[in-house]
């Protein structure tokens, strides 16, 4: 089991580009999290989906975020247009029944810096 | 919706002693408790996990206690070891949350040789 994979693992752009943080999970989980994580707020869910539904996505910060799941082994979220505030470590997690609280299964993260 | 606080924030403590986290949660419907360990540069890893019917779990030199009365629960390292530091995440969810974690701030653990 190669774990859940995300790529890249550092992304450094310029203030008003668009990003795109991709993530694999993990084969037969079916649901998947993206948590954002910075120094002052810690680890943050920004959304979820549940067979490739986004189920929760009230911790998108703003609209420049959007999440998507073609299928069941990928997902990514994109942020247009950039800005330094966004600055941080961008986790993908996926999860086999998070209805039963089955564990969390993390991926090493995305280190994003805009200037 | 949930709020969990985890405390200290820093922990530093010499090879061989016990080290103690602790959180608390403010929703009472949360009943899955899980810790998370963090080295530098990789994702956080499930070390332990305690639901709601459980005081108290324990897989060898970890342990995790719960009070829900209190609304608090803890993790406890014993015989520390240099390669235990890393920061440690508490959390909670509820089973009315999908499965949605609200995580504490962390504590960074330094364990000194």
């Known amino acids: 089991d190669a774990g859940v994979i995300q790529s890249p693992r550092h992304e450094v752009t310029e203030m008003g580009q668009e990003v795109t943080l991709r993530c694999k999970p993990i084969?037969?989980?079916?649901?998947l999290f993206w948590y954002r994580q910075t120094m002052m707020r810690g680890l943050e869910l920004l959304i979820y989906f549940n067979n490739n539904v986004p189920i929760d996505d009230s911790g998108m910060p703003e609209d420049r975020f959007s999440a998507k799941m073609p299928n069941a082994s990928f997902s990514t979220l994109k942020i247009q247009p950039s800005e330094p505030r966004d600055s941080a470590v961008y986790f993908c997690a996926s999860s086999l029944r998070p209805e039963q609280n089955s564990p969390l299964h993390f991926g090493n993260g995305t280190r994003l810096t805009v200037t | 919706g949930e709020n969990v606080e985890q405390h200290p924030s820093t922990l530093s403590v010499q090879e061989g002693d016990s080290a103690v986290i602790k959180c608390t949660y403010s929703d009472s419907a949360s009943n899955y408790f899980p810790w998370y360990k963090q080295e530098l540069g990789k994702g956080p890893q499930l070390i332990i996990d305690i639901r709601s019917n459980v005081g108290e779990k324990k897989d060898q030199r970890i342990a995790v206690t719960l009070n829900k009365t209190a609304k608090h629960f803890s993790l406890h390292i014993t015989e520390t070891q240099p390669e235990d530091s890393a920061v440690y995440f508490c959390a909670a969810s509820s089973g009315t949350s999908y499965g949605k974690l609200t995580f504490g701030q962390g504590t960074i653990l330094t364990v000194h040789p």
């Open positions: 084969s037969g989980h079916n649901s």
